[in-house]
């Protein structure tokens, strides 16, 4: 009897190993495999065994897009003395246009050699009439008829001509009608052909609006000036949002406190601009509605001259070089900072870039500072501008000069002053604290720069981002949703590395600048 039962138990688990052994076979599958362009499917990938053990997987895409990261797990299996291991990886993917659309086929390669090929699955992209309109009341009409969820994101901008270099505000606005219990933001539009700068949002922004007589939530969700960066027919694609939505099950008063919690995704409409050359002329610094304005030069203690530069407006400050010296200096000049703010009050938008010029006069006397200018182009009025501060004069100090000995030859000398010791201990003690201080400031500088170099040299746009989210720790969605100078920062550091994630080597100066941002969202963390 005992014989018998263990051959029954053999058979079960040899049955039972062979059932795991199939379930863990690797497959491609897409679900559903028909959607509006305005909604998201899901591409799950299953691999097993030997080639479980990669960390990524290449899936050819035709007329699809890949929406955030992908959802990555491992499950493991201990039968009959071996052990078995499946890793799964979820995608979420959106239309590009309507039409025919494919994904894979998927060539899977293990670390021992093997190889396997997984199939294509055809996927149909449903034509959808709001996928290319911005107006909400269209877009709130075309849900409600079809029977869908009044949640919509559309993008709002504030001209639709530029010429290269104007600023063109873009906001993407959240309408909801419906209740959501949480919502994020999982795929942001590819920007390459615009210089981004991220802008932040007010804190008391939502706001009851009609739209078509339906009383909605209206939310500004990101807003960021786009500066083309050069001209032609340029496009700006769709932001994609994800939210979960509580459906009623039935009517009646109680009904609010029940319901069926789902999860609904919408990609608002891309928008077209029409940008035009500038006009033939000179080059310019910048493009915009600009003002500079010149600190009184000063000089303290015998130190250098020290020249205050600010450029304002609705423009793409950050980029244009420092204001020039339009004359000679007798001495040496050095410029320092850069730093660039946003003021986002009630009154017009205006980024602001401040420079501090360091003239050391290789004489002393009376010394002048020649005009500071530089030019701009102003979309308004079309025509090139010189923004220009006037010259200014003053008396320079020299270094000052070593006293001379006493004469000892004759009776008129008189003899030095005799100085205590007291100043000498306290320009000591002086010295041992700033050191004490200045030190571990330092360290941390070098430690930063260091790290820095690490994450940028030699590496991708896309190696860039992973490297410095995996510093941080913190999840991509919530910084880019932050409200703080670390969200400010990181969200221009994202922009900057997405305009430059398609090409496949960064320029010296896009890298020097995406190493500053880095340092910046590194230095604030």
């Not at 939502?206 to 939530?217: A, D, K, P, S």
């Not at 703010?341 to 290789?362: E, K, N, Q, V």
Request: charged share 25%; proline share 7%; glycine share 8%.
């Amino acid at each position: 009897m005992k014989k018998w039962a263990r051959v029954v138990a053999f058979f079960i688990l040899h049955s039972a190993f062979c059932v795991l052994h199939s379930a863990f076979a690797s497959e491609l599958s897409v679900d559903p495999r028909a959607f509006p362009l305005t909604d998201l499917t899901t591409v799950t990938l299953t691999v097993d065994g030997p080639f479980a053990s990669v960390d990524s997987v290449n899936v050819p895409l035709r007329n699809l897009a890949f929406v955030g990261e992908p959802w990555v797990s491992s499950e493991f299996a201990w039968m009959n003395g071996s052990a078995s291991r499946r890793k799964t990886f979820r995608y979420r993917v959106r239309g590009v246009a309507a039409g025919a659309a494919m994904v894979g086929p998927v060539v899977l390669s293990s670390p021992d050699g093997q190889r396997e090929t997984l199939p294509a699955v055809a996927v149909n992209v449903l034509a959808d009439r709001i996928s290319g309109s911005n107006d909400a009341e269209t877009v709130l009409r075309e849900l409600l008829a079809s029977n869908r969820d009044p949640l919509f994101v559309v993008a709002e901008v504030d001209k639709h001509g530029a010429v290269a270099g104007e600023p063109v505000l873009v906001t993407w606005m959240l309408y909801n009608a419906t209740t959501v219990q949480e919502w994020h933001i999982v795929g942001l539009p590819k920007l390459a052909d615009f210089w981004v700068e991220e802008l932040p949002l007010k804190e008391d922004a939502l706001e009851r609006v009609y739209v078509g007589g339906v009383l909605m939530q209206r939310l500004p969700i990101r807003r960021a000036a786009l500066f083309p960066l050069h001209d032609g027919t340029l496009k700006i694609e769709g932001l994609t949002l994800e939210a979960a939505v509580m459906r009623r099950v039935r009517g009646g008063p109680f009904s609010m406190f029940e319901g069926e919690l789902v999860d609904t995704s919408y990609t608002s409409a891309p928008v077209t601009l029409d940008v035009q050359p500038l006009p033939p002329g000179p080059p310019v610094d910048a493009v915009g509605d600009l003002a500079l304005n010149c600190d009184i030069p000063q000089q303290r203690n015998g130190g250098p001259i020290v020249a205050g530069v600010t450029l304002s407006g609705f423009a793409n400050v950050r980029a244009a070089p420092a204001p020039r010296l339009a004359g000679t200096v007798d001495g040496t000049v050095e410029v320092d900072g850069g730093e660039t703010s946003i003021a986002h009050d009630d009154g017009p938008l205006t980024m602001t870039r401040r420079w501090r010029y360091l003239i050391f006069p290789a004489h002393p006397g009376v010394f002048e500072i020649p005009p500071i200018a530089m030019n701009v182009f102003v979309p308004a009025t079309h025509e090139r501008k010189e923004l220009r501060c006037k010259a200014s004069v003053l008396v320079a100090q020299g270094s000052r000069a070593v006293p001379d000995r006493p004469n000892r030859g004759g009776d008129n000398s008189l003899p030095a002053p005799r100085r205590g010791r007291w100043p000498i201990v306290a320009g000591i003690v002086l010295a041992v604290v700033l050191a004490f201080e200045a030190i571990p400031r330092a360290r941390r500088a070098l430690a930063v720069r260091r790290r820095v170099r690490e994450i940028v040299e030699g590496r991708s746009a896309a190696e860039i981002r992973q490297r410095v989210d995996a510093e941080l720790g913190v999840a991509p969605a919530v910084l880019l949703e932050e409200r703080s100078d670390r969200g400010d920062a990181y969200r221009a550091l994202r922009s900057l590395l997405e305009a430059a994630e398609r090409e496949r080597d960064i320029a010296v100066d896009a890298e020097e600048e995406i190493a500053r941002r880095v340092r910046e969202v590194l230095t604030i963390a």
